[in-house]
């Protein structure tokens, strides 16, 4: 080849990245790890899916560890977590936001991560730092502070009551036919008062019973 052909090759401009590669990448990464778990994820089967070849992929991310938290990263609705004051609302807007994460197209993937981080040493501490831990700090933040404020009985098991609202909703969505999961990602609110509700009637009553003649600030 003569100098003139090297030198046209080597100051061609590199081929441009395709902006649509990411978003297929990691919406193919969920579906697969939705339906297949972490034994059938592999580069080889989200470039497959997502109609790429796997060189893109490698140049991306490091290991697959790394492609599948960037996907639930990229895909993962923020779980605000809001305090106005009043507690019963601000639980409610929070299990709201929990079911909107899991009843969601990509929810089958989150309930598989929940089980299978637990087992896999390369996902746990990603999935506790990056998924998991973020959101129930920020519930439990809140949940402190409604103690501080008196709105709910000194003593009150406020990690229990976060096992009962994340314990519920997960439950409800795993054992919900397919028709009534879409009802409920359409309509969270419904189910969600009807949870916060138990749950703070129960700590009521444990309250009552642990405290004579006592009352919460509200």
Same mark, same amino acid.
């Given at each position: !080849?003569?100098?003139?052909?090297?030198?046209?090759? =080597?100051?061609? %401009? &590199?081929?441009?990245?395709?902006?649509?590669?990411?978003?297929?990448?990691?919406?193919?990464?969920? =579906? +697969? *790890?939705?339906?297949?778990?972490?034994?059938?994820?592999?580069?080889?089967? +989200?470039?497959?899916?997502?109609?790429?070849?796997?060189? %893109? /992929?490698?140049?991306?991310?490091?290991?697959?560890? @790394? /492609?599948? /938290?960037?996907?639930?990263?990229?895909?993962?609705?923020?779980?605000?977590?809001?305090?106005?004051? @009043?507690?019963?609302?601000?639980?409610?807007? *929070?299990?709201?936001?929990?079911?909107?994460?899991?009843?969601?197209?990509? &929810?089958?993937?989150?309930?598989?991560?929940?089980?299978?981080?637990?087992?896999?040493?390369?996902?746990?501490?990603?999935?506790?730092?990056?998924?998991?831990? %973020?959101? +129930?700090?920020?519930?439990? =933040?809140?949940?402190?502070?409604?103690?501080?404020?008196?709105?709910?009985?000194?003593?009150?098991?406020? @990690?229990? !009551?976060?096992?009962?609202?994340?314990?519920?909703? /997960?439950?409800?969505?795993?054992?919900?036919? %397919? &028709?009534?999961?879409?009802?409920?990602?359409?309509?969270?609110?419904? *189910?969600?008062?009807?949870? +916060?509700?138990?749950?703070?009637?129960?700590?009521?009553?444990? &309250?009552?019973?642990?405290?004579?003649?006592?009352?919460?600030?509200?």
């Amino acid at each position: !080849m003569g100098t003139s052909a090297r030198t046209g090759l =080597a100051s061609r %401009p &590199g081929r441009r990245r395709d902006p649509s590669l990411e978003p297929r990448v990691v919406a193919a990464a969920l =579906a +697969v *790890y939705a339906e297949a778990g972490w034994s059938g994820f592999s580069f080889d089967a +989200v470039a497959r899916r997502a109609g790429v070849g796997k060189a %893109p /992929l490698y140049l991306r991310w490091a290991s697959k560890e @790394d /492609l599948l /938290l960037a996907a639930f990263g990229a895909h993962t609705t923020a779980i605000t977590i809001t305090d106005s004051g @009043d507690l019963r609302d601000d639980l409610v807007e *929070y299990t709201c936001r929990l079911i909107d994460s899991k009843a969601g197209p990509d &929810g089958w993937a989150f309930l598989r991560l929940h089980l299978e981080a637990t087992l896999i040493p390369a996902l746990h501490a990603s999935f506790s730092s990056q998924i998991a831990n %973020p959101h +129930v700090e920020g519930a439990r =933040a809140l949940l402190d502070r409604a103690l501080e404020r008196g709105d709910l009985w000194p003593g009150s098991p406020t @990690d229990l !009551m976060l096992d009962s609202l994340y314990g519920a909703v /997960l439950i409800k969505i795993i054992l919900s036919p %397919p &028709g009534e999961r879409e009802q409920l990602a359409q309509n969270p609110r419904s *189910y969600a008062g009807q949870i +916060v509700e138990f749950v703070l009637r129960g700590l009521l009553t444990a &309250g009552q019973t642990g405290e004579e003649g006592g009352q919460p600030g509200r």
